[in-house]
């Protein structure tokens, strides 16, 4: 598969920059769940917390992708009730996990790709399939984004890709 070389950033906690970006894409993550939650289990199926965390992460770097991953299940747990607090922590757990993974994989390759993006979605819901699965002691529930979530997670890998490689150019 084409990986294509992207230019990436990653600016520091003491950069007001950092947060602006993140802000931007904590806004993303707040309103793509809202349209997604417009049909029934659409948040089950197409995963929309995360999307802009994975590009947030792997365009600017770690950083704003942690801020991405705490800051969004938490603004919208308070403002809208979704996710449950009950859940919040498994959403959390994953939202991180992505974060770093994302922000490792684009330090590490220097790069976009498919296959990258793919081993990205892959490895932060293994592991956070089995952080949730001890949290809860349900594989089943823990599993849950294998049963339901293969549109969201096929949604940012390419939507990732695309978003990544062709409208955050700069």
């Known amino acids: 598969m084409e990986t294509t ?3 990436l950033y990653a600016p520091g906690y003491a950069e007001k920059r950092t947060y602006a970006i993140a802000a931007l894409f904590v806004a993303g993550n707040v309103l793509l769940p809202q349209l997604c939650h417009q049909v029934p289990q659409g ?3 197409w995963l929309p917390i995360y999307f802009f965390t994975l590009v947030g992460a792997y365009k600017y770097g ?3 992708g ?7 299940p938490l603004a919208n747990s308070w403002m809208f009730g979704m996710p ?4 919040l922590p498994a959403i959390l757990l994953k939202s991180v996990l992505l974060a770093v993974a994302a922000g490792y994989a684009a330090a590490r390759f220097r790069r976009v790709g498919l296959w990258l993006l793919t081993g990205v979605v892959l490895s932060y819901q293994l592991a956070g399939t089995l952080g949730e699965w001890l949290m809860s002691g349900d594989f089943l529930l823990a599993a849950q984004d294998f049963r339901m979530g293969l549109p969201g997670m096929a949604l940012q890998v390419v939507g990732g890709y695309l978003l990544i490689k062709y409208v955050i150019y700069k």
């Open 84 to 87: 449950a607090p009950a859940v």
């Open 62 to 64: 770690w950083r704003v």
């Open 66 to 72: 942690l801020l991405t991953a705490v800051l969004s």
């Open 5 to 7: 070389s992207v230019k």
């Open 43 to 45: 948040g089950m199926t």
